[in-house]
């Protein structure tokens, strides 16, 4: 992009270009990995309800630290992993990328390293907050590998080290031991290891948020985008240490999570239940897809998460990509020579993606 003269735009902003999935209207939605299902008609009336009550008060500022959210957040985590975390433990924010980019505020002097490929918002973010970032390395199939990982950050040593798992857009995740072991690295070194867990509530593995009482080096990010179906609503949260939720009110806008937020989220927690019914389904989907993949002659990677990255098609990624969205199937290239990343639809956009490569294979 060429910027003109007259703007002063930062020197190390004008290479890159916007981050930005095709925003395409297609019959088959499968490039975001968003969640197929929408709000029934209960929920529907349930967030209309708290969001109007909301309204009546909306000439006030919001709760700026969203106590009564954070709460309920830690209570779910409790619940699904285990933990004892309390509201001190949560920090939440417009989406995970907003607390991707508060960390970069709060402790990005220095250096970042990241396993490439993975989520490339880390590195984009990295950019924009002016911290060098390092593309580390994985194993040529694309798994996670610790020795590696390890090796890195005694060279680099850097401050802030992200692992995503299961990894976006790989679908592969790291077990807990290996995190536990390179979490113990990062911190004779004085640095954080952040954890992405945007997915982790499609994986079997057990979550790093089980670590963060015990190193309080490690912070990790969950979304409400995903699994709970609730990506338009813009709900990211990390569990961390209360020393690192302190820090992220140093970097927080003022009143940053809308009240209609707040009470959007909040009712959603209280349906967490049902919103996360259709986890098992879409795992279920997600099997039977890479099912249809091989017996397409296609070969997908093993995925603990709601997308499946395929190969061993003839045509180049881009032109496949764009047949594809030729009959109304959109997917993501995610700029991975011979690679598309699929997302897991429902039953009807999973089909249409199938019939799709089938005539054009
Ligand atoms: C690994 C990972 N982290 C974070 C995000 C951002 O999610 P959100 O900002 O919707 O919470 C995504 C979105 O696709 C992701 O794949």
């Known amino acids: 992009m060429s910027w003109p003269t007259w703007l002063p735009l930062r020197k190390d902003l004008q290479p ?13 939605t499968l490039n975001t990995n968003e969640n197929p299902y929408p709000p029934s ?19 006030r500022y919001p709760d700026r630290d969203a106590d009564v959210l954070r709460a309920k957040l830690a209570t779910y985590i409790n619940e699904a992993s285990s933990t004892q975390v ?8 417009n989406g995970s990328n907003e607390i991707i980019q508060s960390i970069f505020l709060a402790f990005g002097d220095g250096t970042a390293l990241g396993f490439t490929p993975s989520y490339s918002m880390h590195s984009l973010i990295a950019k924009v907050a002016g911290t060098n ?5 994985r194993n040529s199939d694309f798994t996670f590998n610790l020795d590696l990982a390890i090796q890195a950050v005694q060279t680099h040593k850097p401050v802030l080290t992200f692992i995503t798992t299961p990894n976006n857009p790989t679908g592969d995740s790291i077990t807990l031991s290996d995190i536990s072991a390179l979490a113990d690295i990062v911190a004779e070194h004085g640095g954080l290891l952040i954890v992405d867990e945007a997915y982790a509530e499609f994986s079997q593995e057990t979550s790093a ?27 990211g949260y990390l569990v961390a240490d209360a020393n690192v939720v302190d820090s992220m009110m140093l970097v927080r806008l003022p009143y940053h999570l809308s009240a209609l937020t707040q009470a959007a989220a909040e009712v959603a ?5 049902e919103l996360l019914a259709g986890v098992q389904s879409l795992i279920h989907a997600r099997e039977a897809l890479a099912l249809s993949l091989h017996e397409l002659g296609l070969k997908s990677l093993p995925s603990s998460a709601n997308f499946l990255l395929f190969t061993g098609f003839s045509a180049s990624a881009p032109q496949l990509w764009a047949s594809l969205l030729e009959k109304g199937v959109l997917i993501r290239d995610v700029g991975l020579s011979g690679y598309l990343r699929v997302t897991i639809g429902n039953e009807a956009e999973n089909k249409r993606f199938i019939d799709a490569l089938e005539q054009l294979l």
Do not use: C
């Not at 008609?41 to 000439?59: D, F, P, S």
């Not at 969950?222 to 338009?232: E, I, L, N, Q, V």
């Open 133 to 137: 970032w390092i593309d580390g390395a």
């Open 86 to 93: 309390h509201v001190e433990n949560i920090w939440a924010a």
């Open 269 to 273: 927690l209280d349906h967490r239940r």
């Open 209 to 235: 948020t089980t670590l963060v009482t015990k190193k309080p080096h490690v912070i990790v990010i969950r979304t409400m985008s995903k699994a709970f179906a609730f990506a338009g609503a813009r709900l």
């Open 41 to 59: 008609l209960e929920l529907q009336n349930a967030i209309g309800q708290a969001v109007g009550k909301v309204a009546t008060t909306l000439n």
């Open 16 to 28: 890159l270009t916007p981050y930005g999935a095709p925003q395409i209207p297609a019959d088959a």
